[in-house]
């Protein structure tokens, strides 16, 4: 497997990523920051890392091996350095184990009380026993985050990204789940593994409950040419889509990504915060989709296409793919789409990616584009529920009733998989929420001046409650709104998850 691929794992997948094995680091070299390369090896603080990402191993400071906050996006832990206690003890110290460091190393799953801290080396407890007092069963419905722990067919399993509706054990070596043991023995064990659950829960939590929400999909677009990756408050989304990489060239072949410092300044911040970025393929083209059509069309194109976007997700660090063809048509053109799909997902899914799509928000043409076979390839689906000409409002609550309605009830997308889209913008004089609201600060708990039509606040909870039933909410674009406490991002976030408003309209 290419580098970059072992890069991409080891960033999304921290928690494992550490060796339970020693390093020779005879040969090794200290660290120093400055002119390193990708794969180069070094030690530091008696632990060898490999640097993962070149470009950021040069810069210290926050990307220090094992110190710098944002560390582990760039390196990854290869293990204590042979001939060092330290690290090895140090894991056990956190147990009540009295085993010398050596026993610890190799006998790890009988020390799972050293999984109490599973957050730096998950993976030398991966075979602890005991029971699972604490450690709820795993639901296809539940939002799980990196630390969870669930239970499922008498094991017990640490998520080790955000995940939803993959069953433990079926995702393969290279999934989401960590099987951590049996939850049928007893022992000293149990208490601990116990203790590793609500450890690496709270830790979790306390460190990306703020961008979590709450369980809820929080997506976040943003397009290429804004710039400022400061201006987007990260605690607010759970998903950043990156808008656009154009459609694919006819044969597959697709375009340079636009204004890369900005999307790798955006991934930098929101993995720090536990956000997922995704790179968002397509969007509006007076229907004009000659490349996505031929690519689908040809076997061979797909693959190109498929293992192209592969080739992006790992150059940014990326969490996945957002397809944005608007819109495949009913027929052939859609069976393609159902097949462009299936490659995506044959590449993505292995190495732990996410794939969605943004579609219209009702009728069946073109909405039977995407048909209901291909539902099961997506991990969650947009509804574009915006931009209705055929009502003045252009995005109504009833409409947003409607499309979930049509999406979820009449063709059968799991209701944790409907994302509820949101505007931040008016219609028909296209206005920015931020826009309205300085020229008028009424504007933001109304929907109409009687000109122009959008979401104010008010209409913006009432959806999120809305979506709170379902998979989440979304919303073209974040740099519509404004920074202030009468942001519809902030109420767009509160209400998903049944919080009170922060901002309230007479």
Not at 49 to 77: H, I, K, L, M, T
Not at 162 to 183: F, I, L, M, N, Y
Request: hydrophobic share 30%.
């Amino acid at each position: 497997m290419k580098n970059i691929i072992t890069s991409s794992l080891a960033i999304a997948c921290v928690a494992f990523a550490a060796s339970s094995q020693a390093y020779d680091c005879s040969s090794v070299p200290s660290y120093a920051s400055g002119n390193i390369n990708t794969g180069t090896v070094m030690q530091h603080n008696n632990t060898a890392y490999r640097c993962d990402v070149g470009g950021w191993c040069n810069v210290g400071g926050p990307y220090e091996p094992g110190v710098g906050w944002a560390w582990s996006y760039a390196w990854s832990d290869l293990g204590a350095c042979s001939g060092s206690t330290s690290s090895s003890s140090s894991s056990s110290s956190s147990s009540s184990s009295s085993s010398s460091s050596s026993s610890s190393s190799s006998s790890s799953s009988s020390s799972s009380s050293s999984s109490s801290s599973s957050s730096s080396s998950s993976s030398s407890s991966s075979s602890s026993g005991g029971s699972c007092p604490g450690i709820e069963n795993w639901s296809a419905s539940a939002v799980y985050l990196k630390g969870n722990m669930v239970k499922h067919n008498s094991l017990k399993y640490e998520a080790q990204w955000w995940t939803q509706g993959e069953a433990p054990g079926s995702t393969g070596d290279w999934g989401v789940w960590r099987e951590k043991g049996s939850c049928s023995g007893t022992g000293s064990s149990s208490s601990s593994s116990s203790s590793s659950s609500s450890s690496s829960s709270s830790s979790s939590s306390s460190s990306s409950s703020s961008s979590t929400s709450g369980g809820k999909i929080v997506v976040g677009y943003t397009q290429s040419w804004r710039g400022n990756a400061s201006f987007i408050d990260y605690s607010k989304v759970t998903h950043i889509n990156y808008a656009f990489l154009v459609q694919p060239n006819a044969d597959g072949s697709i375009q340079a990504v636009p204004n890369a410092g900005y999307l790798h300044n955006i991934v930098t911040l929101a993995h720090a915060q536990g956000v997922k970025v995704l790179i968002s393929v397509g969007g509006w083209t007076n229907l004009a989709n000659g490349g996505f059509e031929s690519t689908a069309a040809n076997p061979t194109y797909r693959t190109r296409f498929a293992n192209n976007m592969l080739g992006v997700v790992e150059q940014f660090n990326l969490d996945g793919v957002d397809i944005d063809w608007e819109y495949p048509r009913p027929g052939q053109e859609s069976e393609n789409f159902h097949l462009l799909m299936v490659e995506l997902s044959k590449v993505l899914k292995p190495r732990g990616k996410l794939l969605t799509a943004a579609v219209v928000a009702l009728g069946d043409n073109p909405g039977q584009g995407v048909q209901s076979k291909t539902f099961p390839y997506f991990d969650f689906i947009n509804l574009m529920a915006y931009d209705n000409y055929g009502e003045a409002s252009h995005s109504s609550y009833n409409f947003a009733v409607d499309s979930l309605n049509y999406w979820v009830n009449q063709r059968g997308l799991p209701a944790h998989k409907a994302v509820l889209g949101v505007p931040f913008y008016s219609r028909p004089n296209v206005r920015t929420y931020a826009e309205k609201v300085g020229v008028n600060g009424s504007n933001r708990c109304r929907d109409t001046d009687g000109s122009d039509y959008w979401n104010g606040i008010p209409t913006i909870r009432k959806k999120g409650q809305l979506a709170s039933g379902y998979g989440g909410i979304m919303t073209w674009e974040m740099y519509h709104d404004t920074s202030g406490s009468d942001s519809l991002l902030t109420a767009m976030y509160e209400s998903v998850n049944g919080m009170p408003g922060s901002y309230f309209c007479n």
